[in-house]
Nanobody
Framework: QVQLVESGGGLVQAGASLRLSCAASGRTFSTYNMGWFRQAPGKEREFLAVTRWSSGTTYYAIYADSVLGRFTISRADGGNTVHLRMTSLKPEDTAIYYC????????????????WGQGTQVTVSS
């Protein structure tokens, strides 16, 4: 059974940092491209970052302009865990954060992702 389980969300003050984690199981996710999205109340779900599977030592990632320089995506556990380090958090970062896995596409488009987690809530107070 495929599962993506996010953790690490919570309530923080503006300017704080958080690290979200996503544990993937049920397949060999080390070869999948893994992404993070978020959905704020009343808004569409938006792309944040994606990291591409690589057999070498070069690290590939794409970021949304809104989080570039503040958020960092990384992988661990042989590629089956993906983290999102978030710094300088703002109230507008308040949302449910989702991780997702794409078997072949390295994309910002939600349609490219095959599996999704249930999400973890991040609330940033001013």
């Amino acid at each position: 059974q495929v599962q993506l389980v996010e953790s690490g969300g919570g309530l923080v003050q503006a300017g704080a940092s958080l690290r979200l984690s996503c544990a993937a199981s049920g397949r060999t996710f080390s070869t999948y491209n893994m992404g993070w999205f978020r959905q704020a109340p009343g808004k569409e779900r938006e792309f944040l970052a994606v990291t591409r599977w690589s057999s070498g030592t070069t690290y590939y990632a794409i970021y949304a302009d809104s989080v570039l320089g503040r958020f960092t995506i990384s992988r661990a556990d042989g590629g089956n865990t993906v983290h999102l380090r978030m710094t300088s958090l703002k109230p507008e970062d308040t949302a449910i954060y989702y991780c997702a896995a794409a078997e072949s596409s390295y994309s910002k488009a939600q349609e490219a992702y095959n599996y999704w987690g249930q999400g973890t809530q991040v609330t940033v107070s001013s």
